[in-house]
């Protein structure tokens, strides 16, 4: 309650209030660092979060550093799924490309890993249209600025290897209009292969490999291509 009340007060408008709990700011953000490691429905939306990286850019860094300090490898997907309420920031880019860039150095280079978290944040959520079409401007952005960096670009295809077959589309268009290299190409995670084994009909999922490599095809021409 204390901390509810308080975040509100600095997310407030109101300057004299403000001021007047800007001392606060330390203790509130360790705070929430406590709350997360001993509340798993602890600010479930990343409102409050939100808040104190507005406040002090450099929180972010120091949550990142907590979720990790206090999570499990195969829950990290859960645990920064909140993040998603950057999308709602003007610079949320520049915030993917911190958050993204973070956890590439603290795993070092872990591309299952990195992918876990890159999926949370381009996940369909029904009502957040808005949000998920952000993600897409990401990832897009994200693939140009990394094109040449294999483990990176590596990363992002393995997130996306379950999302819609558009998105996946545009994504790999993206990568083959600015980089040509097919051993790199070969090197992508391109089909939804199931990560826990074979569940209900196998005809459906081959049916759908069909379907999208035929989709596909239309990328893949030039010379680069013919092997």
Wanted: proline share 1%; aromatic share 16%.
């Amino acid at each position: 309650m204390i901390f509810c009340d308080r975040a509100g007060i600095i997310e407030s408008e109101n300057s004299t209030k403000r001021r007047n709990f800007e001392k606060d700011i330390d203790f509130l953000e360790n705070l929430y660092l406590w709350f997360e490691e001993n509340d798993d429905n602890h600010d479930y939306d990343g409102k409050y979060l939100s808040t104190l990286y507005r406040n002090n850019n450099a929180f972010l860094t120091k949550y990142i550093h907590k979720v990790y300090e206090i999570t499990p490898k195969y829950k990290l997907n859960d645990r920064f799924r909140k993040c998603r309420v950057f999308f709602d920031c003007d610079n949320y880019q520049e915030i993917f490309n911190i958050i993204t860039n973070e956890v590439f150095s603290i795993s070092q280079q872990h591309i299952r890993e990195v992918a876990d978290v890159i999926e949370c944040f381009i996940i369909k959520t029904q009502g957040e249209d808005v949000r998920t079409q952000k993600s897409k401007s990401w990832i897009l952005q994200y693939i140009e600025n990394n094109i040449l960096d294999k483990v990176r670009v590596q990363c992002v295809f393995e997130a996306c290897s379950n999302i819609d077959i558009e998105r996946r589309l545009e994504f790999i268009s993206c990568f083959l209009k600015r980089n040509s290299d097919f051993e790199f190409f070969k090197s992508l995670t391109l089909t939804d292969y199931p990560r826990g084994g074979w569940s209900g009909s196998v005809v459906r999922v081959y049916t759908s490999w069909i379907e999208y490599y035929k989709k596909l095809l239309p990328l893949l021409t030039g010379l680069s291509f013919i092997n």
